[in-house]
């Protein structure tokens, strides 16, 4: 069964600094997910990612599959960028079935 | 185009009753997602369907839980004889096809068991 850890848990930066935050798991995967939750709950999915590198504006996800390591960065942040960042990846490793999430790491970015 | 939507966005109930919540994916979508998230704690994988079938329900915490969907639409969460520990927030997600697909969440129903 998957194990997954995030780091930092919590993330304090001034507005401007790039941002990364980290996600390992223990069990070989080819799709892994981030999600971002907003302070008032609502969750919205960033990148599901397979291999290598994705960019969608100021976010980047990248993911080594054989390290079974994923990193999500965020330059030039923004106060709007407060949220917590979640990954998520099969229970039982490869692309299907059940997810495991990390406990997230709560970012805020200061003006 | 509409999101996901769930019904109701607030519940509260007694311990002991049952409560039904619904989900009402986006329309088209295959892949329809249960997850639950407690005060102060991290996303909880309760279930998923593949159109009409459940293929790992492995995820719900006891057998007081059961879903089901119809259609390949609409899904129905239920908890039966409620406690205070089911009290969370429950969320809904769909994807087009499969897992591999971006998921779409819900605004979720907060459940809450006095």
């Known amino acids: 069964k998957n194990e997954v850890e995030q780091s930092p848990q919590n993330l304090t930066a001034q507005e401007g600094e790039f941002i990364t935050i980290n996600c390992s798991y223990s069990?070989?995967?080819?799709?892994l997910h981030w999600l971002q939750q907003h302070p008032g709950g609502g969750i919205v999915s960033l990148f599901m990612?397979?291999?290598g590198k994705k960019k969608h504006g100021r976010l980047i996800a990248t993911i080594n599959i054989q390290e079974k390591h994923s990193s999500l960065h965020i330059t030039a942040s923004h106060p709007r960028d407060s949220a917590v960042y979640i990954c998520a990846v099969p229970v039982y490793g490869g692309s299907q079935g059940n997810l495991i999430f990390g406990k997230g790491t709560k970012l805020s970015v200061k003006p | 185009g509409a999101g996901v939507s769930q019904s109701p966005s607030n519940k509260v109930t007694e311990k002991g009753k049952d409560v039904e919540l619904r989900c009402d994916p986006i329309?088209?979508?295959?892949?329809l997602y249960w997850y639950r998230q407690s005060l102060g704690q991290g996303l909880e994988f309760l279930i998923y369907f593949q159109g009409n079938s459940a293929p790992d329900k492995s995820g719900l915490p006891s057998d007081r839980f059961s879903a089901e969907r119809t259609g390949g639409s609409v899904s129905t969460l239920t908890i039966q004889r409620t406690q205070q520990e089911d009290s969370a927030v429950y969320l809904c997600a769909s994807s087009l096809i499969a897992q591999t697909d971006t998921q779409y969440f819900g605004p979720g129903t907060r459940l809450t068991v006095l």
């Open positions: 069990v070989g995967i080819s799709a």
């Open positions: 329309s088209g979508h295959t892949a």
């Open positions: 990612l397979s291999s």
